[in-house]
């Protein structure tokens, strides 16, 4: 068995205040390590900055590596943990913003980024989209990220699943009333794709939007191994064995009886 633990981190960002929201992290950080043997620790989207940021997004945009990176970097090696968290990143052209989240290893060391490809509404008007789902390599298997809006397309985590993950983790600033579609759409990708989920997403209020949380923790066959309560801040924690993964898509074949030359037409642009 590849047993690990997964821990899925709903927190309140505070709005354009990095230093408070990193030095909050690192208590979350240390409430679910301590104690225990924790493999993975996700946090949502935006962690580091609040979602609301407008024209603050170019002063708190931090290039990879950068002070956020660092600091959570030096709590993931002192806890020997994996880290994935939500920030706003810039490249080294410093007007490119994407929205992003970073992975760090047990080891302190950055194993790569992610940038959402699938931007909504303003965030358009803000970051520039992402165009590859990159796969990341850990010691107990390969996972991929999505953040947000990415999980509506079914397509994105179809395109990991491919690349053999086991694990799909999603950073999340997704806001009410929409929460029949989080849970939906969760489902969804757990099922179609024979996946575990592993989906963090943020509460509190900005000036338009309310955020419910409600972070889960879904095997392949929809099952829920962990959830967080609507609107408080929390974490949930799960075992899970990696090895479902392989047994579920052997059993069930629903990759190996894909037809791709009869579906051409999802790669069309509309």
Known sequence: MRQ????????MPKLN???ENLDHMSEIIAGICKGQKIDLIIFPELAT???ECGVRFTDLAQTIPGMAVNAIAQRASE???????GMPTKAK????????????????????????VH?????RMVFRAGYRFPVFETYFGLIGVLIGWDIAFPEAARSLALDGIDLLCVCASWESPNEEEWHTYLMSRAFENSLFIAAANRIGEEPSYKFFGESTIIGPRGDVFASVDTGVEGYGLAKLDLDQVKHMREEYQLLQYRQPLAYRNIVRKY
């Not at 007007?95 to 080891?107: K, M, Q, R």
């Open 4 to 11: 690990i633990s997964v821990a899925v981190a709903q927190m």
């Open 119 to 123: 931007l909504r509404g303003a965030e």
């Open 17 to 19: 205040a990095m230093e």
């Open 49 to 51: 900055s609040g979602y």
């Open 93 to 116: 052209v410093e007007s490119i913003i994407y929205d992003g989240v970073v992975l760090i290893g047990p080891d302190g060391e950055i194993m790569g980024d992610y940038h959402k």
């Open 79 to 85: 806890h020997n943990v994996h880290i994935l968290f």
